[in-house]
């Protein structure tokens, strides 16, 4: 797919990706790609997909999510929306609907349709945030099986990839259960962060 689209200017490529309607059939608001990057995007967030408050304001992890990465990263909102500084690219670019425990899986057509062009495009990144098991399998070098697993081998691709867990509130009682994580991650991830985004 990155060759179909090396034609493309930056612009001419990210306006494609939100106008995608391949999935259509599939989603119960219809199609509506969250994303956020430019070419001097330092930092990369990818999760899984746009919840339906993301769909509703078009704003990537406007929701406690979001409040809660922000809190891990240590960013203000104003910077954690500055695309100079972040990208954020979730594996599924919109909102796939709601099953029995929660939003459903990211669409399968979606990363491979858009996912290496886009990614070829942001050559200043210095380091990518891994959101979720779906996340995971696709940026991690060497993928377990469990999203705790890859938590706490965060040292394998650390400094240029950091995995973790959602930040959904849905995830207070894993937090509870690893302590370790708030301990030792985060401290780290907010320093790696601040010498990024420093001027």
């Given amino acids: 797919m990155t060759e179909l689209y090396s034609s493309l200017s930056f612009d001419e490529l990210v306006t494609r990706v939100r106008r995608c309607t391949l999935c259509a059939e599939h989603l119960p608001l219809g199609p509506r790609p969250v994303i956020q990057l430019s070419e001097s995007s330092r930092i990369l967030v990818v999760g ?6 993301v769909h509703e304001t078009g704003l990537p992890f406007n929701d406690p999510s979001g409040d809660r990465l922000r809190d891990w990263m240590g960013v203000s909102r104003d910077v954690f929306y500055d695309e100079s500084k972040l990208a954020i690219l979730p594996m599924g ?17 979606c990363a491979p349709a858009w996912r290496e062009a886009l990614l070829a495009r942001l050559k ?19 993928p377990k099986k469990s999203v705790t697993d890859n938590v706490k081998d965060w040292r394998k691709d650390w400094p240029k990839v950091l995995p973790l867990p959602h930040p ?4 207070n009682m894993w937090l ?10 985060i401290p ?3 320093l790696r962060v601040r010498e990024i985004l420093r001027p």
């Avoid at 909102?95 to 399968?108: A, C, N, V």
């Avoid at 959904?168 to 995830?171: D, F, I, L, T």
């Fill in 176 to 185: 509870r259960r690893n302590p370790w994580f708030e301990q030792d991650v």
């Fill in 93 to 109: 670019f919109c909102y796939p609907g709601t099953g029995k425990s929660g939003d459903l899986p990211p669409r399968p057509e």
């Fill in 188 to 190: 780290e991830l907010q």
């Fill in 124 to 142: 200043h990144i210095e380091l990518t945030l891994v959101i979720g098991q779906y996340a995971h399998a696709w940026h991690l070098s060497d």
């Fill in 48 to 53: 899984q997909a746009p919840g339906r408050r």
């Fill in 168 to 171: 959904s509130p849905r995830n």
